[in-house]
């Protein structure tokens, strides 16, 4: 039986089973964030919301900048990555906003569209 398991999870599936295994549990935590920010509208304005996401992503952020040093975050192209963000920030207020109007699952139905 081992054998077969084994067989079946060679070396060059492993990555695949990595991925599908990131992906899975990457859309349960959208949907856990998506019914959090649902949750959380009815009394918290949803620029709120979208700041302290934006201040909770920093702080995670801050364990790579003390290891690399501020120099992991250097871009070729800071204007552009000023302009990401601005979009980013943008689109993400508007997710947010829609999420606040709408039922969770109107929201996810759309997401998926």
Do not use: N
Request: positive net charge; charged residues 15%; glycine residues 8%.
């Amino acid at each position: 039986m081992e054998d077969k398991i084994i067989e079946f999870i060679d070396k060059r599936k492993i990555p695949l089973l990595i991925a599908v295994t990131l992906i899975l549990f990457s859309g349960i935590i959208v949907t856990v964030m998506q019914a959090g920010v649902r949750f959380l509208s009815s009394e918290v304005h949803p620029f709120t919301i979208v700041f302290f996401r934006a201040f909770l992503g920093a702080l995670l952020l801050l364990p790579l900048i003390f290891k690399w040093g501020p120099s992991i975050f250097k871009t070729a192209y800071p204007k552009l990555q000023i302009f990401r963000g601005f979009i980013g920030s943008i689109g993400l207020l508007c997710f947010f906003y829609g999420l606040s109007i709408v039922t969770l699952a109107e929201a996810v139905t759309l997401g998926f569209t």
